[in-house]
């Protein structure tokens, strides 16, 4: 046994050192840049630009002749930041803008083959896997908040929020209008962007940080901008260049109203396996929003429909203690969620599962800010953290009361203050308050760190907690509920204690252009809870260490880039005893053919679960995604090693392996399918632990800029579920749409005396919603 062991130190001890001594080699040769053809082409950082009113009127046509462009300032020069290190663009690029009293405008002419240009028709926001330009504003300047407005060569619309603490947010809509057209030289696109939807300073003259950028995917995925970018900067904006000249106008849009109508049927297998068909109902719900100044909005909603229009992608979980994290994309938590954003997620808005009524405050003021949020939601969810595992309990009706401060100072560096409360009709509660920090050291260093202390009182009723026998049915889980945790102090059924917890962690990172190396140690205790965030564990501190590097191949026809990276970390619970440890190293490969990329790990570790010390865990992954054309591009990943079954108790011989493909055959038709698989086999035995497998399809066809069809296929064998989702939609803007759709959840079971099994409809929804937006 101690050879063993002292072996596989050995391994781990050899994989460190020789992954460590490739890593150092790469970073010790800098990528060099070097211009095309010799030609000098020396870039210019932080370009500046003064800006004039547009001297007549501007149609959003994808035509620039309108007399409004006359006389606008143009940009021709740009640089290529990747793969190239600020060299000169193969193609050439000029934007023009201008602005009057209501919009800001911009007109991109991209000089192209146009048979190479790479264009669809699809839905708005899915603009980002062909040709795109983006235009990004910090109308702040502090690199702390900026929009970035796309669109393709259609003119099909796009846009992201990048924050410092949260890097882009997809999830975020503003209004603008787009269009645009290929033509003999390659593409033009107008923007118009109402200063309605922006948020920025009250005073006359606005001085904002601006780039301007275009994505050309072809054999490499090439990117150019305007301002030219120092590598070894890790604050994106500040790249960025300053525009001036923009006078006399005004954040906010007043008052908006979306008024929706939801109407719906359904029907679902009861108890006697008959079919129950509900009778048809509908709902009216209202939101609104206010800018009170152009540094304070309020909204509000009444009885909203929360109801996600596209269903969440199954995730592979059979072996997993822990809940899963959905992404949130429902769209009142827009405005305001960079600021709710923490290192933690303190903050996981989809906890307010289905409100009644909510409200929300947002005030951005030179370099402070503040966000409320207050919501009295119908079906709450608790979720109960613990060492190895979490549990999820429906509960009932609650009241969330959020608030979020934040002062900025310098370049990308904050203090925050963070303060969460839900309370249940029938009684407990949950409350966090915390701080939290970015410290700017250098260009390329960064402190991080978040201090939260949590009270916890539990609702009194054990009966939450249930299981399901073979022969009693659905009863309450007493061994759960007896079972202790921290120290033996407290049990895990919900039987009214309360108790206070707490986490801290601190981070610092170093990462200039060619390595990155950081540090960071976190603690939670055993009793901290989050109930309005998403934390799944606690009883756990971990200190971890990680180095990588990269080199570029600037002049190689074959590879763009590679990079590996080394981590190291050490997992203990407040009983100081070890739960985990490992040595993980990563590499990658980036390659001038096909935007093709390969990505391989190797992980050893040791790990105790449950009282149980399992060692010489491994895992090798290799993953890659290429796309031949803009017709297709497609990836896959293969993962094999010796891993724990979690339910089993046993080490595993795990294989994982999944494959995707996106498919355009036209420029209006797009297929997008995926699998999923993973199985475990006893180590010792062969005997076949787990299994499960995903499938999800997505086929879309866009009519036009506005009207378009879909539909959703999903199979989970592990539930033997197959679900089946059309839809049609027509959508005016970013918040006024129509929707007419179906949701059908089909189940392998045995419905009858007999015996006998099949498919049958478990579930069915058909359903109507339409919205739309007032500005007043």
Not at 296 to 316: C, K, V
Request: hydrophobic share 35%; with cysteine.
């Amino acid at each position: 046994m101690r050879g063993l062991e002292t072996k596989y130190k050995f391994s781990r001890f050899m994989l460190l050192t020789v992954f460590s001594i490739l890593l150092s080699v790469i970073s010790f040769f800098p990528s060099t840049a070097i211009a095309q053809d010799g030609e000098e082409y020396p870039p210019i950082y932080h370009p500046e630009l003064t800006i004039r009113r547009s001297s007549g009127l501007i149609e959003i046509d994808g035509y620039i002749e309108d007399g409004g462009w006359k006389g606008a300032e143009k940009i021709s020069s740009f640089f290529e930041h990747n793969p190239g290190d600020q060299t000169k663009p193969e193609v050439d690029t000029e934007v023009m803008i201008t602005y009057d009293d209501t919009h800001l405008y911009v007109a991109w002419i991209c000089y192209d083959d146009p048979d190479e240009v790479r264009a669809f028709f699809r839905d708005r926001d899915q603009v980002f896997d062909g040709d795109y330009v983006i235009l990004c504003i910090d109308t702040y300047g502090d690199g702390t908040l900026a929009y970035e407005i796309a669109a393709n060569p259609y003119g099909i619309p796009g846009d992201l929020l990048f924050s410092s603490n949260h890097g882009e947010d997809g999830s975020y809509n503003m209004i603008f209008e787009s269009d645009g057209r290929i033509t003999e030289f390659g593409w033009i696109v107008e923007m118009a962007i109402p200063f309605e939807s922006l948020r920025f300073p009250d005073r006359p003259n606005q001085e904002w940080r601006m780039d301007f950028w275009r994505n050309r995917p072809r054999e490499s995925r090439f990117q150019y901008s305007w301002a030219a970018y120092d590598r070894d900067e890790n604050c994106w904006p500040c790249n960025w260049g300053t525009v001036r000249g923009i006078s006399g106008v005004k954040s906010g849009s007043g008052l908006e109203l979306l008024p929706s109508i939801v109407a719906y049927q359904s029907g679902n297998l009861n108890d006697q396996n008959y079919f129950d068909n509900h009778k048809g109902d509908g709902e009216i719900s209202l939101g609104l929003s206010y800018d009170i100044s152009s540094e304070l909005t309020a909204e509000a909603t009444i009885n909203p429909d929360f109801s996600q229009i596209e269903s969440d992608a199954a995730q592979i979980d059979v072996n997993s203690n822990f809940a899963l994290y959905y992404q949130e994309r429902r769209p009142f938590f827009q405005e305001g969620s960079d600021l709710f954003k923490t290192y933690y997620d303190a903050v996981y808005t989809r906890s307010i599962n289905d409100p009644l009524l909510a409200g929300k405050v947002t005030w951005r003021k030179g370099s402070n800010s503040v966000a409320m949020l207050s919501a009295y939601d119908e079906h709450s969810i608790i979720m109960m953290p613990f060492e190895e595992g979490s549990r999820n309990v429906l509960n009932g009706k609650s009241y969330s009361n959020i608030i979020r401060a934040k002062h900025d100072f310098g370049k990308q560096a904050h203090f925050g203050l963070l303060g969460t409360d839900r309370r249940f009709d029938n009684g407990g509660s949950g409350s966090v308050v915390g701080i939290d920090g970015r410290i700017r050291l250098s260009t390329s260093s960064r402190l991080l760190f978040q201090c939260m202390t949590s009270y916890t009182e539990e609702v009194n009723d054990l009966a939450l907690i249930t299981r399901y026998d073979p022969d009693l049915g659905v009863v309450t889980d007493t061994t759960f509920n007896e079972t202790l945790f921290a120290d033996d102090k407290y049990t895990k059924g919900l039987d009214g204690e309360t108790f206070w917890g707490h986490t801290w962690l601190v981070n610092l990172a170093h990462s200039p252009e060619n390595y990155n190396i950081g540090a960071d140690y976190m603690e939670m205790s055993p009793t901290f809870r989050a109930d309005n965030g998403f934390v799944p564990s606690n009883n756990r501190r971990r200190a971890q260490l990680w180095f990588g590097a990269i080199k570029r191949f600037e002049e190689s026809s074959i590879l763009e880039a590679t990079s590996g990276n080394v981590n190291l970390a050490r997992v203990w619970n407040f009983d100081n005893v070890k739960k985990d440890e490992w040595v993980m190293a990563t590499w990658e490969l980036r390659f001038r053919a096909a935007q093709t990329g390969i990505h391989s790990r190797f992980l050893l570790s040791d790990e105790l679960y449950r009282e149980q010390q399992f060692n010489e865990i491994w895992l090798a992954h290799t993953c890659f995604n290429t796309t031949p054309s803009g017709l297709i591009q497609f990836g896959g990943n293969i993962d094999y090693g010796h891993r724990i079954a979690r339910h089993e108790l046993v080490m595993g011989k795990e294989l994982t392996y999944g494959a995707w493909a996106e498919i355009r055959p036209l420029d209006r038709l797009y297929f997008f399918g995926s699998f999923n698989y993973v199985r475990s086999d006893d180590l010792d035995t062969d005997e076949r632990l787990f299994s499960q497998s995903v499938f999800r399809s997505r086929i879309a066809y866009q009519f036009s800029r506005r009207f378009s069809a879909r539909v959703i296929a999903q199979y989970n064998d592990r539930w033997d579920a197959f679900d089946i989702d059309p839809m049609l939609t027509y959508r005016v803007n970013a918040f006024s749409a129509f929707y007419l759709g179906s949701t059908h959840t089909y189940q392998d079971m045995v419905m009858d005396e007999h015996g006998i099994q099949g498919w049958y409809l478990r579930d069915r929804q058909f359903f109507l919603k339409f919205q739309y937006l007032f500005q007043i």
